[in-house]
């Protein structure tokens, strides 16, 4: 019995780590709504979480007639302090585009 649990907590430990490689990749803010990551163009569909420890950020693809949405966190300590900072005062000016 231990040997199958053991072995779907490999697997989804396997699994995880999968999904974290597919979402690390260098990102950059064009506007306060929009950045630019895995060479495309999202627009930030949400209101930014920004915590002392990272920003959550709701995204959506800008192309397509159903654009694909998706959740990335960016951490604190992925970047320089000075572009952390940046980052943070530009996301705190974040507001709706319709609205």
């Not at 979480?49 to 300590?77: M, Q, S, Y």
Request: aromatic content about 10%; charged content about 25%.
């Amino acid at each position: 019995m231990w040997i199958i649990l053991l072995t779907l907590v490999v697997f989804e430990c396997l699994r995880s780590q999968k999904r974290i490689a597919a979402t690390q990749g260098e990102i950059s803010l064009l506007d306060s709504n929009q950045i630019y990551w895995h060479k495309q163009t999202y627009r930030i569909f949400k209101q930014p979480v920004l915590l002392k420890n990272g920003v959550f950020l709701r995204i959506e693809e800008t192309k397509g007639h159903k654009p694909k949405r998706t959740r990335i966190w960016v951490a604190v300590d992925s970047m320089e302090q000075t572009n952390w900072r940046s980052l943070r005062q530009l996301l705190l000016q974040w507001k709706p585009e319709n609205g």
